[in-house]
């Protein structure tokens, strides 16, 4: 534990570097580009003094440097300010699709994962053998499909065409709200399945693939061929000597796969209309909503930065042998 | 199909339902059973914007403001605007004029209430047409209402006057059906400046035959029956819009059976026979057309091209617009009769519009000097026929016209380019008037006023529609206000003709498409009455009925 | 003598799968660069939009025509050109900057290889999809060419990546060592030693990054903020065809089967070049 210290502190200075370095870039290059929040809404009916009025009252005529240590201020004393184009505050727009995102993310990240040990770790065991190839073949077919295209494809074969899936959307606009709270359950999680699903066979076979190397490499070292030598149960050598060790590249890539899928999901949540983080981001961009975005990246590169440093500190759990970068 | 009453029968709908409520049925049960009269579910492409009648600019907002408030009138079948004859009484039971017309008494009705109980009284309607008329606020229907109406006067709780600046024959139509009253009680707590982002905007309280109940944003909005509706029972309890990200998967939640109305369907998807979805020929008053920038980006210098009008008219011709209206708006869409929506009573089919002919454009364009350059583009001093079409990105029948005009101009020489902008670039540069054309595309209210923002020098910097291409001409400014203070609709007629033919003979636009409207609706609605215009206004008519029940009656038979 | 040769030559290649994969990217880069001779129509023209839109397959046209009534194998074809095209300048431009700088840090070391690790690693935290989305609604009049740049401008920190560890095992090789204490100058080590030994590892990466780039490509276009109309790229096509599903699935189905083959095959060379390059894997087969 007491490595962990210099660790940690040193992952949290990079962190906050990178983070100021991005929100800094990221304020600077949106207010330089044309356009602001007001058009977002109104532009069918404006006139030029309503535009100026409204500059003038969020405080868009300012000098950048002005805006910004007023942002700065305002965000850390917890007001994320309002978003345009969401007409609410930003906290609850981010509060509401950071919750919509886990709901999905979650779940197709778990059972992708298992999923993803389970193969990979059998496909290492069957090395050579037609099936196991086979599989990988697959694997590499799987992941060669966009997601976008996985998603239309998903979206059409089981929600149109066999009807085995609610087309898209978090709940039954109908149904929600005279259900129970199992019920209103049981409705999101109908609606989660098959967005769910479709991510977790992509992250299933994308890191299978680590996985699957790092069992192989293991498979050669000394103490395993000594454990099975001594005739340990094949299950027992897996368990206790294979899979601790071959985990590290599976849990270094969760760690920075998991985050990126927040904002990265901007394909699934469109297709399959799911109200989370890439959705919201991909609108608050378009609509040229300054705090939301901002707040966005903020929450993105934090979660970025705590997904990849709580893998490492797993990593360094599960297999002590593993050196910690500083 | 058959089907006895209640029960499901029809194979496509089993699927999803099915699993639903078997997992309801499994779990939970109703936690409040709701009244007969059922849900209805409308499918929607987009979200509303705000829900306060002065400051709405979407389309989708309008749905749910009209039900929600209440007018003092509502308009008649015969969308009669330039009297109040046909109007029939609503928030006002009875009015009166004065002998010169020029102020109008309205008798509000005394069961009328706010949905929190509260009666509606006269102050409301005085205090809505303070707030609307407040330049503070920023209401263009307000800028409209201001330009007619002096002032509102109350005389007792229950009876409150309009009096009106000028003898503008379309007053009453302008005031009644512009003003919503508004909540006195509750908004006067409301800053002026801030009533956008005020938590009424989002959840308002009205006097209408719904009430709010929710919105959850970009995913539905949902309202229900008021509590004794003064003017009767609307017959559907619940009405939920469901938003979709965008019109595919809407029109898809009709066909799932997940939503029972949507308000356009492609031909492609008219035409096909879909169990339990009938299509409902809507009566379109939606006109696209396309704007010449009459100047050179911001300046006042005139378009080096389209300053032309010679140019305008050949390229005019050099569009072959029955293709485009077909391709675009399907069979029943038609080409414009000139700068108006065929629905408005000013139509008039005898107007002479330059006719599609592509070798007498090539010929114009030639005598301009403007000669076939080697990359079968034209040039005249040097300098291309080049320019480009901007359309907003949220608009996909807008994006697809350039793509097809940009096409048919490409035959004549023209290198046109289609800018797609998102929603902000689009505002900025209509702003700062940077384009060369911008197809707009309007929703022809009942009057033919429209024609003035569209048109006329004093629309010129009023912003957004009005007028974008900065055109001034003063025989269609003078011809316009004739008819908008025309005593007689004969009269008015006549000089809305003269204003049409002279912009069609001026050309500082096209005018594209008109299309008709299919909307498909679930065969369990009983579509009682249709207000062809404006679909959403006899919602409170409609029945839900038939099978695959829907929503608490549904946990509710299964209990 | 033949027979040992074919035998080389089989055994560097591996699988049938990886012929085929070649003879698939060698017939689309074909294609794309023949694209005006061998499309049947002009991709733009629009020969009857009121009557001729959507059509199924048929002899007139073999791939069936789309909602402007424009041929859809011409606009395949063409797209080709396209897609191709901005995934071979991206990943030109992320190879070249990214060895660029890879190559400076790993063989710099020190403070310079600090500075350039803790930058990279920042930018690959931001997913890519998102600063492209940024950019792209910053500058709405990004032509194809520009596209192109962007995305390579995005995508050369993996590659500094890969350059630098290769670099930084290069230049602690003895040779190597012993060159600099000779006095040889870096830019002759580096040239003449140290880059070619990286040239295996910046082929996978490369061949890797064209695989990610198409996809990105045809997302954003489907997003709408790629290859505007009317310039056909397989992303956009696929857009146009959304909207009516199967009623016109030749619009989804054929762009769509032309991204997922070309990425596969990218993916089947790109797998078995890193396999002939990373020993550890080697040594396990």
New interface residues.
């Given amino acids: 534990m007491t490595r962990l210290r210099p660790f940690l502190l040193a992952r949290a200075g ?1 962190a906050l ?2 983070l100021v ?2 929100v800094t870039l ?1 304020f600077v ?2 207010r330089l ?16 003094e ?2 100026a ?1 409204f500059r003038a ?1 969020w405080g868009y005529d300012r000098p950048i440097a002005v805006q910004y240590v007023k942002w700065v201020g305002n965000f850390v004393s917890g007001d994320f300010g ?1 978003s345009h184009s ?3 505050p930003v906290r609850e ?1 981010l509060a509401t699709a950071f919750v919509n995102s886990t709901l999905l993310m979650i779940p197709a990240f778990v059972l992708g994962w298992l999923g993803a040990v389970a193969l990979g770790t059998w496909q290492a065991f069957r ?2 053998r037609w099936l196991a190839r086979a599989s990988e ?1 697959v694997a ?2 799987v ?7 996985m998603a ?1 494809a998903a979206l ?1 074969v089981f ?17 929600h ?11 999101v ?2 609606h989660l399945a098959l967005p769910a699903l479709t991510l977790a066979v992509v992250v299933m076979f994308a890191v299978s693939r680590y996985h699957r ?1 790092a069992v ?2 293991v ?2 070292e000394d103490y395993v061929r000594t454990a099975r030598a001594s005739g340990a149960a094949e299950s027992d050598v897996v368990r206790r000597h294979v899979l601790p060790n071959a985990l590290g590249p599976a849990i270094a890539v969760a760690g920075i796969l998991l985050p ?1 899928m927040f ?2 999901g ?2 699934v949540e ?1 297709v399959f ?1 799911w ?1 989370g983080m890439g ?1 919201t ?3 608050a ?4 909503d300054f705090e939301l975005v901002q707040a966005i990246v903020v929450v ?2 934090v979660a ?2 705590l997904g ?1 440093a709580l893998a490492d500190i797993v990593a360094v759990t599960f297999n002590p042998r593993v050196q910690l970068d500083t | 199909m058959t089907f006895t009453r209640g029960k499901p029968v029809r194979y ?1 709908e ?3 339902p099915a ?2 409520l078997g ?2 049925a ?7 059973s ?1 009244s007969r009269g059922g ?1 209805l ?1 409308v499918s929607s492409a987009g979200d509303a ?2 829900l306060f009648p002065p400051l709405t ?1 979407l389309a989708q907002s309008h749905e749910v403001t009209d039900l929600v408030f209440e007018k003092l009138a509502a308009i008649g079948p015969d969308l009669n605007t330039m009297s109040d004859a046909g109007w029939t009484p609503r928030l006002a039971q009875s009015w009166s004029w004065s002998r010169d017309s020029m102020s109008v008494t309205f008798h509000l009705n005394p069961r009328a209430t706010w949905h929190d109980g509260t009666p509606v009284r006269a102050n409301d309607v005085r205090f809505a047409f303070d707030l609307y008329t407040d330049p503070k606020v ?1 209401s ?1 229907d307000g800028r409209d209402i201001a330009e007619v109406t002096d002032s509102v006067s109350v005389s007792d709780s229950l009876t409150c006057t309009a009096w009106f600046k000028r003898a503008a024959p379309e007053r009453f139509y302008t005031l009644v059906g512009g003003l919503v009253p508004l909540p006195e009680h509750i908004l006067s707590k409301v800053p002026r ?1 801030s009533l ?2 005020s938590p009424f ?2 959840a308002p309280v009205g006097s209408g035959p719904y009430k709010f109940v929710k919105w959850e ?4 909005i ?1 309202i229900a029956a008021a509590d004794r509706f003064y003017l009767g029972q609307p017959r559907v309890t ?1 009405v ?1 819009w ?1 938003i ?2 965008e019109l595919k ?1 809407a029109v ?2 009709v066909f ?1 059976g ?1 939503a029972d109305f949507i308000e356009t369907l492609t031909p492609a998807e008219a035409s096909a026979p879909h169990d339990g979805v009938r299509p409902v020929r809507l009566r379109g008053n939606v006109l696209g057309y396309a704007v010449f920038n009459m100047h050179e980006d911001g300046t006042n210098a005139p378009h080096p091209l389209f300053g032309d009008r010679a140019l305008r008219r050949a390229l005019s011709m050099a569009l072959d617009r029955k293709t485009l209206a077909a391709n675009i708006v399907d069979t029943s869409g038609r080409v414009p009769y000139g700068p108006f929506s065929r629905s408005l009573w000013s139509a008039d089919s005898t107007l002479r519009q330059a006719p599609f002919d592509v070798d007498a454009a090539r010929r114009a364009l030639d005598s301009l000097g403007w000669r076939m350059g080697k990359d079968s583009v034209r040039y005249k001093n040097g300098k291309p026929l080049a320019f480009s079409i901007v359309t907003p ?1 949220s608009s996909e029948i807008r994006n697809r016209t350039a793509v097809v005009m940009q096409e048919q101009w490409r035959q004549v020489g023209a290198k046109v380019t289609a800018e797609v902008l ?7 540069r ?2 700062a008037k940077k384009f060369d054309i911008v197809i707009m595309q309007t929703f022809a209210a009942p009057s033919p006023s429209g024609v003035r923002q569209a048109w006329s020098t004093s629309s010129i ?6 007028n974008p291409g900065r055109y001034s001409n003063p025989v269609v400014d003078s011809a316009i206000d004739n008819a908008l203070t025309a005593p007689t609709v004969t009269a008015a007629r006549a000089h809305y003709r003269v204003a049409y033919q002279a912009l069609l003979d001026d050309a500082p636009g096209i005018w594209l498409w008109e299309p008709a409207v299919t909307a498909g609706a679930s065969t369990r609605l009983d579509l009682a009455t249709l207000r062809p215009d404006a679909w959403w206004t006899s919602i409170p008519t409609w029945g839900v009925t038939g099978s695959a029940p ?3 009656e ?2 509710a038979k299964k209990q | 003598m033949i027979a040992g040769q074919a035998e080389r030559a089989r055994r560097t290649l591996g699988g049938p ?1 990886v012929y085929a994969a070649l003879a698939v990217i060698a017939l689309f880069v074909l294609v794309a660069l023949l694209a005006p001779v061998i499309a049947p129509h002009d991709p733009f023209a629009q020969p009857d939009a009121a009557t001729q839109a959507n059509l199924a397959p048929s002899g007139a046209h073999l791939l069936g025509t789309d909602r402007y009534s424009r041929d859809v194998l011409s606009r395949l074809v063409f797209g080709a050109r396209v897609s191709l095209g901005i995934a071979a300048l991206a990943v030109g431009i992320a190879m070249t900057l990214g060895t660029a700088v890879g190559a400076l840090a790993g063989y710099a070391g020190g403070w310079t290889d600090r500075l350039v690790t ?1 930058t990279v ?2 930018i690959l ?3 890519r ?2 600063v492209l ?2 950019i792209v ?2 500058f709405p009049h990004l032509s194809v060419f520009g596209l192109a740049i962007m995305l390579g401008l995005t995508g050369w920190p993996a590659m500094a990546k890969v350059v630098r560890a290769q670099v930084r095992e290069t230049a602690a090789m003895d040779y190597v060592l012993a060159a600099r204490a000779l006095g040889v100058r870096p830019l002759g080590i580096l040239t003449r030693h140290v880059l070619p030994a990286a040239v295996p590892q910046i082929l996978v990466a490369a061949t890797l990054a064209v ?1 990610t780039v198409i ?1 990105l490509e ?2 954003l276009s ?2 709408g903020l790629g290859v505007r109309q009317p310039t056909p790229s397989w992303g956009n096509m ?1 857009l146009d065809g ?1 909207d009516f ?2 009623h016109t699935w030749w619009l ?1 189905v054929f762009p ?1 089967m032309a ?2 083959i070309t ?2 095959s990218i ?2 060379i790109g ?1 078995r070049l890193r396999e002939m390059v990373d020993p ?2 080697r ?3």
Avoid: Y
């Fill in positions: 990079h570097t990178v370095v991005i990221v290059l949106f580009t044309p356009g602001d929040p007001f058009l977002a809404r109104s532009q069918e009916h404006a006139t030029e309503e535009h009025a009252r309002w969401a007409q609410r727009v090395q050579g073949t590499i077919g992941l060669s499909i966009p997601d976008f295209v239309l059409w929600a149109f065409r066999l009807r085995l899936a609610p087309s898209g959307g978090m709940v039954d606009v109908a149904l709200d005279s259900l129970t709270l199992a019920g209103r359950t049981a409705d999680v109908a190397a192989l490499g498979l050669h990126g904002a990265g901007v394909f469109k209309a109200p959705r981001l991909v609108d961009v378009l609509g040229r993105s590169t970025i930065a990849s | 496509h089993f699927g999803r699993a639903i997992l309801v499994v779990f939970g049960c109703v936690g409040d709701a849900t579910v914007d705000v600019a920023h263009s400046d956008l982002q905007a989002h944003p970009k995913q539905r949902e619940r939920i469901t979709a990200p998967t898809q939640r799932t997940e990105s998102d929603f902000t670039a689009m505002g900025e209509m702003r910097g009023m912003g957004g529609a009005n829907r929503g608490a549904a946990a | 799968a803790r690693d920042a935290s931001v997913p999809v998102l989305i940024f609604a910053a695989a996809p045809a997302g489907f997003l696929m959304a599903g199967a989804l769509g991204i997922v990425v596969l993916n089947v797998e550890r894997v040594a396990s087969r």
